[in-house]
Protein backbone atom coordinates (compact mmCIF):
# COMPACT_ATOMS: atom_id res chain seq x y z
CA UNK A 1 0.00 0.00 0.00
CA UNK A 2 1.04 3.88 -0.94
CA UNK A 3 1.95 6.03 1.93
CA UNK A 4 -0.14 8.72 2.33
CA UNK A 5 1.34 11.86 0.56
CA UNK A 6 1.23 15.13 2.32
CA UNK A 7 2.70 18.73 1.31
CA UNK A 8 3.97 22.11 2.61
CA UNK A 9 3.52 24.96 1.16
CA UNK A 10 4.54 28.74 2.43
CA UNK A 11 3.36 32.26 1.45
CA UNK A 12 3.63 34.89 2.88
CA UNK A 13 5.99 34.25 6.13
CA UNK A 14 9.33 34.21 7.38
CA UNK A 15 10.85 30.53 6.89
CA UNK A 16 10.49 29.82 10.63
CA UNK A 17 7.32 27.48 10.23
CA UNK A 18 9.43 25.41 8.07
CA UNK A 19 12.18 25.45 10.73
CA UNK A 20 9.53 24.43 13.19
CA UNK A 21 8.71 21.05 11.11
CA UNK A 22 12.64 20.38 11.29
CA UNK A 23 12.60 20.97 15.04
CA UNK A 24 10.29 17.51 15.09
CA UNK A 25 14.01 16.23 15.49
CA UNK A 26 13.87 12.60 15.48
CA UNK A 27 10.20 12.52 15.37
CA UNK A 28 10.64 14.06 12.09
CA UNK A 29 11.49 10.19 11.01
CA UNK A 30 8.24 8.40 12.11
CA UNK A 31 6.83 11.23 10.00
CA UNK A 32 8.60 10.54 6.87
CA UNK A 33 8.51 6.78 7.66
CA UNK A 34 4.29 6.90 7.80
CA UNK A 35 4.26 9.11 4.53
CA UNK A 36 5.31 10.71 1.51
CA UNK A 37 6.57 14.09 1.44
CA UNK A 38 4.91 15.05 -2.07
CA UNK A 39 5.61 19.03 -2.14
CA UNK A 40 7.89 21.04 0.22
CA UNK A 41 9.25 23.59 -1.83
CA UNK A 42 11.69 24.99 0.84
CA UNK A 43 13.26 21.64 0.90
CA UNK A 44 12.56 19.29 -2.09
CA UNK A 45 13.02 19.68 -5.40
CA UNK A 46 8.62 19.68 -6.72
CA UNK A 47 7.72 22.38 -8.76
CA UNK A 48 3.92 23.69 -9.05
CA UNK A 49 3.28 21.74 -12.26
CA UNK A 50 3.64 18.61 -9.72
CA UNK A 51 0.77 19.58 -8.05
CA UNK A 52 -1.25 20.63 -10.67
CA UNK A 53 -0.46 16.96 -12.30
CA UNK A 54 -1.68 15.36 -8.93
CA UNK A 55 -5.12 14.27 -8.87
CA UNK A 56 -7.81 16.27 -6.55
CA UNK A 57 -7.63 14.87 -3.18
CA UNK A 58 -4.64 13.02 -3.95
CA UNK A 59 -2.44 14.81 -1.23
CA UNK A 60 -3.67 13.35 2.27
CA UNK A 61 -3.14 17.02 4.21
CA UNK A 62 -1.13 19.83 3.27
CA UNK A 63 0.31 22.58 5.89
CA UNK A 64 0.02 25.61 4.53
CA UNK A 65 1.96 28.14 6.68
CA UNK A 66 2.38 32.29 5.85
CA UNK A 67 -0.83 35.03 5.06
CA UNK A 68 -2.21 35.62 1.65
CA UNK A 69 -0.35 38.68 -0.01
CA UNK A 70 -0.16 38.06 -3.82
CA UNK A 71 -1.90 37.07 -6.38
CA UNK A 72 0.19 34.08 -6.47
CA UNK A 73 -0.51 33.19 -2.94
CA UNK A 74 -4.02 32.91 -3.94
CA UNK A 75 -3.71 30.70 -6.76
CA UNK A 76 -1.32 28.58 -5.17
CA UNK A 77 -4.12 28.43 -2.03
CA UNK A 78 -6.31 27.19 -4.45
CA UNK A 79 -4.90 24.65 -5.86
CA UNK A 80 -3.50 23.09 -3.14
CA UNK A 81 -7.25 23.12 -1.31
CA UNK A 82 -8.19 21.25 -4.55
CA UNK A 83 -5.36 18.49 -4.41
CA UNK A 84 -5.45 18.27 -0.41
CA UNK A 85 -8.09 16.50 1.36
CA UNK A 86 -6.85 18.45 4.28
CA UNK A 87 -5.31 21.95 4.21
CA UNK A 88 -4.08 22.80 7.59
CA UNK A 89 -3.01 26.66 8.17
CA UNK A 90 0.12 26.31 9.79
CA UNK A 91 1.56 29.09 11.86
CA UNK A 92 0.18 32.58 13.28
CA UNK A 93 0.47 33.87 9.47
CA UNK A 94 -1.69 31.42 7.54
CA UNK A 95 -4.39 31.24 11.25
CA UNK A 96 -4.58 35.28 11.74
CA UNK A 97 -2.31 36.78 9.16
CA UNK A 98 0.39 37.42 11.36
CA UNK A 99 3.43 39.87 11.99
CA UNK A 100 3.20 40.42 7.85
CA UNK A 101 -0.68 40.99 8.84
CA UNK A 102 -0.01 44.66 10.64
CA UNK A 103 1.02 46.08 6.83
CA UNK A 104 -2.82 45.89 6.83
CA UNK A 105 -2.03 49.43 8.77
CA UNK A 106 -0.50 50.67 5.38
CA UNK A 107 -1.99 50.11 1.61
CA UNK A 108 -0.05 49.00 -1.60
CA UNK A 109 0.31 52.27 -2.55
CA UNK A 110 2.31 53.58 0.76
CA UNK A 111 3.78 50.34 1.19
CA UNK A 112 5.77 50.51 -2.40
CA UNK A 113 6.31 54.37 -1.63
CA UNK A 114 8.14 53.60 1.48
CA UNK A 115 9.81 50.20 0.74
CA UNK A 116 10.92 51.18 -2.73
CA UNK A 117 11.72 55.33 -2.22
CA UNK A 118 11.37 56.48 0.98
CA UNK A 119 13.41 53.91 3.08
CA UNK A 120 16.65 55.19 4.73
CA UNK A 121 18.46 52.53 2.89
CA UNK A 122 17.25 52.29 -0.70
CA UNK A 123 18.37 54.20 -3.41
CA UNK A 124 15.99 54.46 -6.27
CA UNK A 125 16.63 57.41 -8.39
CA UNK A 126 14.56 56.12 -10.83
CA UNK A 127 11.54 55.83 -8.86
CA UNK A 128 10.97 52.22 -9.91
CA UNK A 129 8.66 50.14 -8.16
CA UNK A 130 7.51 46.81 -9.08
CA UNK A 131 5.46 46.39 -12.45
CA UNK A 132 2.92 43.05 -13.01
CA UNK A 133 4.15 43.01 -16.89
CA UNK A 134 6.75 44.09 -19.09
CA UNK A 135 7.09 43.85 -22.43
CA UNK A 136 10.36 42.95 -24.05
CA UNK A 137 12.35 44.14 -27.00
CA UNK A 138 9.89 43.93 -30.91
CA UNK A 139 9.28 40.44 -30.43
CA UNK A 140 6.35 41.20 -27.61
CA UNK A 141 7.71 38.62 -24.89
CA UNK A 142 5.98 39.77 -21.79
CA UNK A 143 8.16 39.40 -18.31
CA UNK A 144 4.98 38.84 -15.25
CA UNK A 145 4.94 38.97 -11.96
CA UNK A 146 2.27 38.51 -9.29
CA UNK A 147 0.22 41.11 -8.32
CA UNK A 148 0.20 42.54 -4.99
CA UNK A 149 -2.94 42.70 -2.88
CA UNK A 150 -4.09 46.16 -0.78
CA UNK A 151 -4.22 43.58 2.21
CA UNK A 152 -3.42 40.80 3.65
CA UNK A 153 -5.31 37.69 4.31
CA UNK A 154 -6.03 34.47 6.35
CA UNK A 155 -5.31 31.38 4.61
CA UNK A 156 -9.63 31.13 5.74
CA UNK A 157 -10.36 34.08 4.23
CA UNK A 158 -8.82 33.02 0.74
CA UNK A 159 -10.32 29.04 0.67
CA UNK A 160 -11.77 26.77 3.20
CA UNK A 161 -9.38 25.46 5.73
CA UNK A 162 -9.60 22.19 7.66
CA UNK A 163 -7.87 22.90 10.78
CA UNK A 164 -5.27 25.06 12.32
CA UNK A 165 -2.26 24.94 13.87
CA UNK A 166 -1.48 27.92 15.48
CA UNK A 167 1.64 29.59 17.12
CA UNK A 168 4.60 31.59 15.82
CA UNK A 169 5.89 29.16 15.18
CA UNK A 170 3.51 26.35 15.88
CA UNK A 171 5.21 24.58 18.68
CA UNK A 172 6.61 21.08 18.20
CA UNK A 173 4.13 19.21 20.59
CA UNK A 174 1.39 20.70 18.74
CA UNK A 175 2.70 19.87 15.05
CA UNK A 176 3.64 16.08 16.67
CA UNK A 177 -0.27 15.76 17.99
CA UNK A 178 -1.92 17.29 15.10
CA UNK A 179 0.53 14.82 12.41
CA UNK A 180 -0.24 11.57 14.65
CA UNK A 181 -4.25 12.51 14.77
CA UNK A 182 -4.14 12.78 11.23
CA UNK A 183 -1.93 9.94 10.67
CA UNK A 184 -4.68 7.97 13.04
CA UNK A 185 -7.93 9.20 11.62
CA UNK A 186 -8.86 10.68 15.07
CA UNK A 187 -9.37 14.26 14.67
CA UNK A 188 -11.90 17.00 16.09
CA UNK A 189 -14.41 18.67 14.11
CA UNK A 190 -13.53 20.64 11.13
CA UNK A 191 -12.41 24.01 12.03
CA UNK A 192 -10.97 23.08 14.96
CA UNK A 193 -7.68 24.86 16.03
CA UNK A 194 -5.47 21.94 17.28
CA UNK A 195 -4.15 23.21 20.97
CA UNK A 196 -5.93 23.22 23.58
CA UNK A 197 -9.12 25.66 24.33
CA UNK A 198 -7.98 27.68 27.49
CA UNK A 199 -5.78 30.69 28.44
CA UNK A 200 -1.90 30.53 28.57
CA UNK A 201 -2.04 31.46 32.38
CA UNK A 202 -3.69 28.33 33.35
CA UNK A 203 -0.13 26.61 32.19
CA UNK A 204 2.16 29.05 32.92
CA UNK A 205 4.62 27.87 35.20
CA UNK A 206 4.42 31.66 37.32
CA UNK A 207 0.36 31.30 37.60
CA UNK A 208 1.43 30.09 41.41
CA UNK A 209 2.64 33.46 41.66
CA UNK A 210 -0.42 35.65 39.97
CA UNK A 211 -2.52 37.69 42.85
CA UNK A 212 -5.88 36.83 42.77
CA UNK A 213 -6.47 40.64 41.69
CA UNK A 214 -4.33 42.41 40.00
CA UNK A 215 -4.10 45.90 40.03
CA UNK A 216 -1.35 48.11 37.97
CA UNK A 217 -0.47 51.94 38.39
CA UNK A 218 1.90 51.18 35.31
CA UNK A 219 3.00 49.49 32.71
CA UNK A 220 6.59 48.64 31.80
CA UNK A 221 8.27 47.83 29.01
CA UNK A 222 10.91 44.31 29.77
CA UNK A 223 14.27 46.64 29.02
CA UNK A 224 13.11 49.30 31.83
CA UNK A 225 13.23 46.49 34.91
CA UNK A 226 15.20 44.07 36.22
CA UNK A 227 12.65 40.86 35.72
CA UNK A 228 12.22 38.57 38.47
CA UNK A 229 12.78 35.20 36.72
CA UNK A 230 9.84 33.52 39.12
CA UNK A 231 7.08 36.52 39.85
CA UNK A 232 4.03 36.72 37.55
CA UNK A 233 4.82 38.98 34.91
CA UNK A 234 1.51 41.05 35.10
CA UNK A 235 2.36 41.47 38.95
CA UNK A 236 5.38 43.12 37.72
CA UNK A 237 3.96 45.23 35.69
CA UNK A 238 4.58 43.73 32.12
CA UNK A 239 2.23 43.62 29.86
CA UNK A 240 1.92 39.85 29.40
CA UNK A 241 -0.82 38.48 26.79
CA UNK A 242 -1.26 35.39 28.83
CA UNK A 243 -4.87 35.95 29.99
CA UNK A 244 -5.85 36.36 26.58
CA UNK A 245 -3.80 33.86 24.85
CA UNK A 246 -4.40 30.35 24.09
CA UNK A 247 -2.06 28.11 26.04
CA UNK A 248 -0.77 25.18 24.15
CA UNK A 249 2.84 26.30 23.81
CA UNK A 250 4.25 25.75 27.22
CA UNK A 251 4.99 29.11 27.88
CA UNK A 252 8.45 29.01 26.64
CA UNK A 253 8.98 33.19 26.56
CA UNK A 254 7.36 33.84 29.89
CA UNK A 255 9.93 31.04 31.57
CA UNK A 256 12.74 32.46 29.59
CA UNK A 257 11.54 36.67 31.09
CA UNK A 258 9.66 37.65 28.01
CA UNK A 259 6.27 38.40 28.15
CA UNK A 260 3.38 36.28 26.27
CA UNK A 261 3.02 38.63 22.48
CA UNK A 262 -0.14 36.14 21.54
CA UNK A 263 1.04 34.06 19.00
CA UNK A 264 -1.23 31.47 19.57
CA UNK A 265 -4.40 33.76 19.13
CA UNK A 266 -7.53 33.84 21.12
CA UNK A 267 -9.18 30.95 22.32
CA UNK A 268 -12.53 29.46 20.63
CA UNK A 269 -15.22 31.89 22.25
CA UNK A 270 -13.53 35.20 21.25
CA UNK A 271 -13.94 36.58 17.45
CA UNK A 272 -11.56 39.42 17.95
CA UNK A 273 -8.23 38.56 19.56
CA UNK A 274 -6.87 42.36 19.83
CA UNK A 275 -10.01 43.62 21.08
CA UNK A 276 -10.14 41.11 24.07
CA UNK A 277 -6.60 41.17 25.26
CA UNK A 278 -7.20 44.91 24.83
CA UNK A 279 -10.12 44.33 26.96
CA UNK A 280 -7.92 41.90 29.62
CA UNK A 281 -5.05 44.37 30.07
CA UNK A 282 -7.46 47.41 30.77
CA UNK A 283 -9.13 46.26 33.42
CA UNK A 284 -6.14 45.21 35.15
CA UNK A 285 -5.21 48.87 35.44
CA UNK A 286 -5.96 50.49 38.68
CA UNK A 287 -7.16 54.11 38.20
CA UNK A 288 -10.26 55.58 38.44
CA UNK A 289 -9.76 58.86 36.79
CA UNK A 290 -9.59 59.82 33.59
CA UNK A 291 -6.48 61.56 33.13
CA UNK A 292 -4.68 58.87 35.13
CA UNK A 293 -6.16 56.16 33.26
CA UNK A 294 -5.29 57.99 30.01
CA UNK A 295 -1.34 58.72 31.16
CA UNK A 296 -0.89 55.04 32.47
CA UNK A 297 -2.41 53.68 29.06
CA UNK A 298 -0.06 56.14 27.17
CA UNK A 299 2.78 53.65 28.32
CA UNK A 300 1.40 51.32 25.98
CA UNK A 301 3.53 52.51 22.88
CA UNK A 302 2.15 50.84 19.71
CA UNK A 303 -1.67 49.29 20.63
CA UNK A 304 -2.19 47.96 17.43
CA UNK A 305 1.59 46.66 17.15
CA UNK A 306 0.79 45.37 20.64
CA UNK A 307 -2.73 43.48 20.89
CA UNK A 308 -2.83 42.81 17.29
CA UNK A 309 0.63 41.48 16.24
CA UNK A 310 -0.38 38.09 15.08
CA UNK A 311 -3.83 39.18 13.99
CA UNK A 312 -4.73 42.30 12.18
CA UNK A 313 -6.09 40.84 9.08
CA UNK A 314 -8.34 38.53 11.36
CA UNK A 315 -9.57 41.06 13.13
CA UNK A 316 -12.89 42.21 12.84
CA UNK A 317 -11.75 45.50 11.05
CA UNK A 318 -9.21 43.83 9.32
CA UNK A 319 -7.35 46.43 8.11
CA UNK A 320 -7.19 50.27 8.59
CA UNK A 321 -9.51 52.13 7.00
CA UNK A 322 -8.43 53.29 3.50
CA UNK A 323 -9.87 56.70 3.69
CA UNK A 324 -8.59 58.20 6.46
CA UNK A 325 -4.79 56.91 5.75
CA UNK A 326 -2.78 59.47 7.30
CA UNK A 327 -0.19 59.49 4.42
CA UNK A 328 2.56 56.99 4.55
CA UNK A 329 4.50 55.24 7.00
CA UNK A 330 4.46 57.48 10.19
CA UNK A 331 7.82 58.74 10.61
CA UNK A 332 9.25 58.37 13.81
CA UNK A 333 6.62 56.50 15.93
CA UNK A 334 7.29 53.13 16.94
CA UNK A 335 10.35 52.96 14.48
CA UNK A 336 12.75 54.66 16.61
CA UNK B 1 -22.99 61.39 -0.30
CA UNK B 2 -26.29 60.48 -0.81
CA UNK B 3 -29.30 62.37 0.53
CA UNK B 4 -30.69 59.41 2.01
CA UNK B 5 -27.87 58.71 4.33
CA UNK B 6 -28.61 58.70 7.81
CA UNK B 7 -26.15 57.95 10.48
CA UNK B 8 -26.92 54.70 12.24
CA UNK B 9 -25.86 54.91 15.66
CA UNK B 10 -25.73 51.80 17.93
CA UNK B 11 -26.22 52.64 21.32
CA UNK B 12 -25.29 50.46 24.27
CA UNK B 13 -27.32 51.67 27.52
CA UNK B 14 -26.24 49.95 30.91
CA UNK B 15 -29.60 49.04 32.42
CA UNK B 16 -29.72 50.48 36.05
CA UNK B 17 -28.92 53.98 34.75
CA UNK B 18 -28.78 54.78 31.17
CA UNK B 19 -30.89 52.59 29.79
CA UNK B 20 -33.32 53.80 32.65
CA UNK B 21 -32.99 57.63 31.46
CA UNK B 22 -33.83 56.80 27.99
CA UNK B 23 -37.10 54.93 29.22
CA UNK B 24 -38.07 58.17 31.28
CA UNK B 25 -37.10 60.48 27.98
CA UNK B 26 -39.66 58.30 26.69
CA UNK B 27 -42.40 58.43 29.08
CA UNK B 28 -41.70 62.23 29.65
CA UNK B 29 -42.76 62.51 25.68
CA UNK B 30 -39.13 64.13 24.80
CA UNK B 31 -37.96 64.30 21.08
CA UNK B 32 -34.55 63.50 20.04
CA UNK B 33 -32.41 62.19 17.01
CA UNK B 34 -33.99 58.92 16.12
CA UNK B 35 -30.78 57.51 14.66
CA UNK B 36 -29.94 55.12 17.53
CA UNK B 37 -30.71 51.32 18.02
CA UNK B 38 -30.03 51.19 21.72
CA UNK B 39 -29.38 48.03 23.25
CA UNK B 40 -29.56 47.43 26.90
CA UNK B 41 -26.24 45.87 28.69
CA UNK B 42 -26.48 45.16 32.14
CA UNK B 43 -23.93 46.81 33.01
CA UNK B 44 -21.57 48.93 30.98
CA UNK B 45 -18.58 46.89 32.16
CA UNK B 46 -20.06 44.24 30.29
CA UNK B 47 -19.23 46.63 26.81
CA UNK B 48 -16.80 44.25 25.58
CA UNK B 49 -14.39 45.82 22.74
CA UNK B 50 -15.51 43.49 20.57
CA UNK B 51 -19.50 44.39 20.77
CA UNK B 52 -18.26 48.23 19.52
CA UNK B 53 -15.83 46.53 16.59
CA UNK B 54 -18.55 44.37 15.47
CA UNK B 55 -20.88 47.77 15.54
CA UNK B 56 -18.49 49.46 13.57
CA UNK B 57 -17.62 46.54 11.04
CA UNK B 58 -21.06 45.49 10.80
CA UNK B 59 -22.65 49.01 9.43
CA UNK B 60 -22.98 51.41 12.31
CA UNK B 61 -21.60 54.57 11.95
CA UNK B 62 -21.01 55.03 15.38
CA UNK B 63 -21.36 54.05 19.12
CA UNK B 64 -22.59 54.88 21.76
CA UNK B 65 -21.95 53.66 25.38
CA UNK B 66 -24.12 54.72 28.62
CA UNK B 67 -23.35 54.07 32.34
CA UNK B 68 -23.95 55.38 35.12
CA UNK B 69 -22.13 58.37 36.66
CA UNK B 70 -18.44 57.44 38.51
CA UNK B 71 -19.06 56.16 42.04
CA UNK B 72 -22.92 55.10 41.06
CA UNK B 73 -21.76 51.62 39.69
CA UNK B 74 -24.51 49.12 40.63
CA UNK B 75 -22.14 46.66 40.33
CA UNK B 76 -19.22 49.09 42.18
CA UNK B 77 -16.73 49.48 39.51
CA UNK B 78 -18.17 48.48 36.10
CA UNK B 79 -18.17 51.69 34.82
CA UNK B 80 -14.82 52.26 35.79
CA UNK B 81 -13.57 49.01 33.58
CA UNK B 82 -15.74 50.46 30.75
CA UNK B 83 -14.10 53.81 31.18
CA UNK B 84 -10.31 52.10 31.01
CA UNK B 85 -11.04 49.73 28.28
CA UNK B 86 -12.57 52.77 26.35
CA UNK B 87 -9.44 55.08 26.67
CA UNK B 88 -7.69 52.15 24.78
CA UNK B 89 -9.76 51.45 22.85
CA UNK B 90 -9.96 54.62 21.51
CA UNK B 91 -6.22 54.74 20.77
CA UNK B 92 -6.54 51.57 18.77
CA UNK B 93 -9.85 52.91 16.95
CA UNK B 94 -7.32 56.08 15.71
CA UNK B 95 -4.70 53.96 14.61
CA UNK B 96 -7.19 51.91 12.56
CA UNK B 97 -8.17 54.93 10.80
CA UNK B 98 -11.53 55.53 12.99
CA UNK B 99 -12.40 58.93 14.26
CA UNK B 100 -12.39 58.78 17.64
CA UNK B 101 -15.28 60.93 18.03
CA UNK B 102 -17.09 58.42 16.41
CA UNK B 103 -17.18 56.48 19.76
CA UNK B 104 -18.56 57.94 23.08
CA UNK B 105 -19.20 56.87 26.59
CA UNK B 106 -21.27 59.22 28.61
CA UNK B 107 -22.27 58.66 32.27
CA UNK B 108 -26.28 58.94 32.21
CA UNK B 109 -27.82 58.21 35.75
CA UNK B 110 -31.61 57.00 35.98
CA UNK B 111 -33.01 61.01 36.34
CA UNK B 112 -31.36 62.82 33.24
CA UNK B 113 -33.77 61.81 30.44
CA UNK B 114 -32.60 65.28 29.05
CA UNK B 115 -29.03 64.08 28.94
CA UNK B 116 -30.36 61.57 26.73
CA UNK B 117 -32.10 63.71 24.44
CA UNK B 118 -28.94 65.98 24.49
CA UNK B 119 -26.43 63.21 23.82
CA UNK B 120 -28.06 61.68 21.05
CA UNK B 121 -28.97 64.60 19.29
CA UNK B 122 -25.18 65.71 19.68
CA UNK B 123 -24.00 62.38 18.55
CA UNK B 124 -26.23 62.20 15.71
CA UNK B 125 -24.95 65.65 14.57
CA UNK B 126 -21.20 64.38 14.99
CA UNK B 127 -21.63 61.68 13.22
CA UNK B 128 -23.34 63.36 10.40
CA UNK B 129 -20.43 65.79 9.96
CA UNK B 130 -17.85 62.74 9.70
CA UNK B 131 -20.45 61.17 7.32
CA UNK B 132 -20.83 57.21 6.55
CA UNK B 133 -18.32 55.13 8.11
CA UNK B 134 -17.57 53.27 4.86
CA UNK B 135 -15.37 50.49 5.59
CA UNK B 136 -13.89 48.79 3.33
CA UNK B 137 -15.73 45.71 1.71
CA UNK B 138 -15.32 43.67 4.34
CA UNK B 139 -13.74 39.90 4.04
CA UNK B 140 -16.44 36.92 4.22
CA UNK B 141 -15.69 36.13 8.16
CA UNK B 142 -15.14 32.66 9.07
CA UNK B 143 -17.41 31.51 11.96
CA UNK B 144 -15.76 31.37 15.19
CA UNK B 145 -14.56 27.88 15.85
CA UNK B 146 -17.81 27.20 18.53
CA UNK B 147 -20.69 28.06 16.14
CA UNK B 148 -18.68 25.69 13.74
CA UNK B 149 -19.70 22.98 16.31
CA UNK B 150 -15.54 22.69 17.16
CA UNK B 151 -16.50 22.38 20.75
CA UNK B 152 -19.67 19.50 20.93
CA UNK B 153 -22.04 21.12 22.80
CA UNK B 154 -23.65 18.00 25.44
CA UNK B 155 -26.52 16.68 23.41
CA UNK B 156 -29.45 15.02 25.16
CA UNK B 157 -29.91 11.20 25.16
CA UNK B 158 -26.07 11.24 24.00
CA UNK B 159 -22.88 10.37 25.73
CA UNK B 160 -23.68 7.53 28.76
CA UNK B 161 -24.42 4.63 26.66
CA UNK B 162 -22.25 6.37 23.52
Keep these: MSKPKVGFYWCASCGGCEEAVV ?9 VEAVDIAFWPVALDFKRADVEAMKDGE ?15 EEMAELLRKKSQLLIAFGSCSHLGGVPGLANLWDRQAIFEYVYKEAPSVTNPDGVVPQEQLKLGSNGYALTLPSFRDSVKTLDQT ?34 VLAPDKALCEECPRKPTKPDK ?48 GCLGPTSRVKDYGAKALSAIASLIDAEDEKEIAAIMEQIVDPVGTFYRYSLPASLLHRRVRNLTPGPFPKGKGRD | MSEQWE ?27 PNGRIIRVMCSGRMDPQFVLKALADGADGVL ?31 MGIEPERVRLEWISASEGDRVQKVMNEMAEQIRKLGPLQLERPLPQPLPETERGAVPLPVAGRGLRG
Design chain 1, 214 to 261: LALKELKRPHQIQIDSEKCLLAQGLLCLGPATRSGCGAPCVSANMPCT
Design chain 2, 65 to 95: IGGCHPGDCHYQAGNYKALRRYTLLKRVLTE
Design chain 1, 159 to 192: VEVDYYLPGCPPPVKLIANAVMAILEGKLPPKGT
Design chain 1, 23 to 31: DLAEDILKV
Design chain 2, 7 to 33: PRIVAFFCTWCTYTAADLAGISRMTYA
Design chain 1, 59 to 73: LAACFVNGAIRTSEQ
